[in-house]
């Protein structure tokens, strides 16, 4: 099987395809294809050409820290939970997340994620007790794993604009269920920073990897909670 990747040595620099063979098990994760082509003792493309090893994070290799985020097969997903044998055709496609810059290779920086967190004071501080009929809801908020799959499916998402994207209308509902601080704020920085620009496609639903329902979030949020 042939695997594609598109490369880029550093920020500036300009962005091209490799290629690489892969013989290994069809029941490996996208993880362990990168890594056995990274540990091969020569690490040669598809027609012989050396090569550097390919620039890609992970930590976990379970599912649960979100650094594998890429691009497989033109889909948003995570490397360790995406495996050969689910992807259809001759030759698998690796590209890093688009809406973020790349650093090197599959390495993008995703520190516009907290920024913008950061921006609207989206944390929670001194908070209330917990509503039972939330609870189920602010669970699976908490689980996200700010990876930046559903900023890259989202067809409003553009980096840099002042539409936050799907990972903050959740955020937005946690911090005003549970925090004791201004709700009024936190609706106005929601209607400005999400509400506005949101056409509910609900692709981040589709591509989030634990299944967060941000639709249930902001049926909260416009319901004013
Ligand atoms: S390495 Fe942690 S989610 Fe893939």
């Given at each position: 099987?042939?695997?594609?990747?598109?490369?880029?040595?550093?920020?500036?620099?300009k962005p091209?395809?490799?290629?690489?063979?892969?013989?290994?098990?069809t029941?490996a994760?996208?993880?362990a294809?990168?890594?056995?082509?990274?540990?091969?003792?020569?690490?040669v493309?598809?027609d012989g050409n050396?090569?550097?090893?390919?620039?890609?994070?992970?930590s976990?290799?379970?599912?649960?820290?979100?650094a594998?985020?890429?691009?497989?097969?033109?889909?948003?997903?995570?490397a360790c939970?995406?495996?050969?044998?689910d992807?259809?055709?001759s030759f698998?496609?690796?590209e890093?997340?688009?809406k973020?810059?790349?650093?090197?290779?599959?390495v993008?920086?995703?520190?516009?994620i907290?920024?913008?967190?950061?921006k609207?004071n989206?944390f929670?501080?001194?908070?209330?007790k917990?509503?039972?009929?939330?609870?189920?809801?602010e669970y699976q908020?908490?689980?996200?794993?700010k990876?930046?799959?559903?900023l890259?499916a989202?067809p409003n998402?553009?980096k840099g604009?002042n539409f936050y994207?799907?990972?903050?209308?959740?955020?937005?509902?946690?911090?005003?269920?549970?925090?004791?601080?201004?709700?009024k704020?936190i609706?106005k920085?929601y209607g400005e920073h999400?509400?506005?620009?949101?056409?509910?496609?609900?692709?981040?639903?589709k591509?989030?990897p634990?299944?967060?329902?941000?639709?249930?979030?902001i049926?909260?949020?416009?319901?004013?909670?």
């Amino acid at each position: 099987m042939k695997v594609k990747i598109l490369r880029q040595q550093h920020p500036g620099a300009k962005p091209y395809w490799q290629t690489f063979e892969y013989e290994g098990d069809t029941g490996a994760s996208i993880a362990a294809v990168l890594d056995s082509i990274n540990y091969r003792d020569d690490i040669v493309d598809s027609d012989g050409n050396p090569t550097d090893r390919i620039s890609w994070e992970c930590s976990c290799v379970q599912g649960m820290c979100g650094a594998c985020a890429m691009v497989i097969n033109g889909v948003p997903a995570l490397a360790c939970d995406t495996f050969v044998k689910d992807l259809k055709g001759s030759f698998i496609t690796i590209e890093p997340l688009r809406k973020f810059p790349v650093i090197s290779d599959l390495v993008v920086d995703r520190g516009i994620i907290q920024e913008n967190l950061r921006k609207i004071n989206a944390f929670i501080g001194e908070y209330h007790k917990e509503n039972e009929k939330d609870h189920e809801l602010e669970y699976q908020i908490g689980r996200c794993l700010k990876c930046g799959l559903c900023l890259e499916a989202c067809p409003n998402y553009v980096k840099g604009d002042n539409f936050y994207g799907p990972l903050f209308a959740n955020d937005s509902f946690f911090v005003m269920s549970r925090s004791k601080g201004d709700s009024k704020q936190i609706k106005k920085d929601y209607g400005e920073h999400f509400a506005k620009g949101c056409s509910k496609s609900l692709a981040c639903e589709k591509v989030c990897p634990v299944n967060i329902p941000t639709l249930a979030s902001i049926a909260k949020m416009n319901r004013g909670k």
